[in-house]
């Protein structure tokens, strides 16, 4: 078993570093300067369009989730535990220059991810829910190649619900057992595995809808106490806060550096190597944005950009703020979970374990569930057979509690591996399809010059194909929310 993790670790590392990153970072940069910088651009488009009413149905109920609850969707999955374990170790590996390229690359994905998100509003299909969508659905309507659609769900349960959750799941018993001070408590991963798997099973056989309100809830909640307790470290540590920004700009060209804000940006780690962080590019994202009910597709293109920046330059950037003003000297620091926890404790003392232990609770439920709604998404693509979608729920569920019961070092090592594959599998299908994101961007553009609040239809576009759900302005706003300037 150690040969089999140390060559899915060694393979994970090459497919990342020669294949994968090249690749976000050279398309990262296209989509950025053919949009014109949309990411920087449209900001306040982003903060706008997050608080957009609800389009409505002819008898008034809403068409599907809201922009603000797909946002909270998407931010569940993207705000995990690599948050505070991944950016510790990229600091232990990469030193403090490693923020600098972390705050980058996020800015520079932005531009991708705006670019499938919007795509997966496009070419997103109707359900009991509302809608659902995503990359798998763009493969199959936009190029024509269910094939890549399919091989892009299978990998992407593969890596959500099912290796991603389990991770999550033993963080958070592993967190709660360093919470009790190293006692022996053999019982606790089966009774933590047991309650998460009971939360779990009570939220997702209520529907996407259910998720949502649960997300909406928990996301603000925990990001809100999670930015509080950093804030409170650092004002305790304020004199070193001039001395962190300038390692942080200093150091971030050396080449241990350079090598740390690759893993900070893209693989965060939670358990052993790292967690991805704010996915921008990867084709998770998109799944929860295609659920929102939008009057344009470009509107939650803007709105997962604007998740991609509240998961690195608030989230992230805030356990890097905690760690490098609590821990002056780098040398020999821990990687993961025991670099943030040991930092916590020296500003706060002992009992911030178990505020630690809540928080983490609230970030790893809380991607559990973005996860698991992202593996329903494409199950759905596969096949709607309801025996098919009970056992992908049973298995999620079941994920949950092995996960929280057993090692998990192989199992994230392969979903790393598996990642990748599905990252490029992404890259290539919103690098296909890209002009038509951009012709999106210049008809929402257009419309927003015009003093209009912009409202898509298929016949603005009638030369793509595979479109179903904008059919007209009825279906897409409802008979109250016709297009009003503003």
């Known amino acids: 078993m150690d040969a089999v993790n140390e060559w899915l670790l060694t393979w994970g590392d090459n497919l990342w570093t ?36 609800t389009p409505r149905t002819a008898d008034g109920t809403p068409q599907s989730v809201s922009a603000f609850q797909a946002f909270t969707i998407s931010a569940a999955s ?10 510790g170790t990229a600091i232990a590996i990469g030193g403090p220059g490693a923020v600098f390229w972390m705050w980058l690359m996020a800015f520079v994905g932005g531009a991708s991810s705006f670019i499938e998100s919007s795509l997966a509003q496009l070419y997103k299909t109707r359900d009991a829910d509302g809608f659902r969508g995503g990359p798998a659905y763009y493969m199959q309507r936009g190029l024509g190649a269910r094939w890549m659609g399919v091989l892009f769900a299978v990998i992407l349960i593969v890596c959500f619900p099912v290796a991603f959750s389990s991770l999550q799941a033993n963080t958070i018993q592993a967190t709660l057992a360093g919470s009790f001070g190293g006692m022996e408590l053999s019982w606790l991963p089966w009774v933590v595995g047991g309650v998460l798997a009971v939360l779990m099973a009570a939220v997702i056989f209520g529907g996407v809808r259910r998720i949502a309100s649960v997300t909406q809830m928990l996301v603000p909640l925990m990001a809100l106490l999670y930015l509080l307790v950093g804030l409170v470290i650092v004002a305790i540590h304020i004199e070193r806060l001039p001395e962190v920004f300038g390692a942080i700009f200093t150091q971030a060209f050396g080449p241990n550096e350079i090598v740390g804000a690759a893993l900070g940006y893209i693989i965060l780690t939670g358990v052993k190597r790292g967690m991805f962080s ?7 994202a998109p799944n929860a944005g295609a659920s929102a009910a939008v009057t344009h597709p470009v509107k939650q293109g803007l709105v997962q950009t604007l998740g991609v920046y509240f998961d690195t330059f608030l989230v992230c950037s805030i356990t890097a703020f905690i760690v490098l003003v609590s821990v002056p000297d780098l040398a020999n620091a821990e990687r993961g979970i025991s670099l943030t926890q040991g930092a916590m404790v020296s500003a706060l003392g002992e009992w911030s374990n178990v505020l630690l232990s809540v928080i983490i609770f609230l970030l790893a439920f809380s991607s559990i569930l973005g996860n698991y709604y992202y593996g329903q998404s494409n199950i759905e693509f596969i096949t709607m ?3 098919v979608l009970l056992s992908y729920r049973v298995l999620a569920i079941l994920a949950v509690f092995v996960g929280s019961v057993v090692s998990a070092d192989v199992v994230w090592n392969f979903a790393d591996g598996a990642m990748g594959i599905m990252a490029l599998v992404n890259l290539i299908a919103i690098a296909l399809l890209s002009g038509i994101a951009f012709r999106l961007l210049k008809d929402y553009t257009e419309q927003r ?31 109250i929310d016709l297009p009003r300037r503003r």
């Not at 993207?78 to 948050?83: I, P």
């Not at 010059?449 to 059919?471: H, N, Q, S, Y």
Request: aromatic share 6%.
């Open 18 to 53: 020669w294949a994968v990153l090249p690749v976000v970072i050279a398309l990262g940069l296209y989509f950025t300067v053919r949009s014109g910088v949309v990411q920087f651009r449209l900001i306040p488009e982003m903060i706008r369009t997050l608080t957009d009413k």
């Open 78 to 87: 993207r705000v995990g535990v690599g948050n505070i374990a991944g950016v």
């Open 278 to 284: 704010n996915e921008a590019g990867l084709g998770s």
């Open 385 to 387: 057979r309801p025996a």
């Open 449 to 479: 010059r015009a003093g209009l609040d912009p409202v898509f239809t298929k016949a603005r576009m009638p030369d793509v194909k595979g479109i179903e759900v904008w059919e007209d302005e009825l279906s897409v706003t409802g008979p």
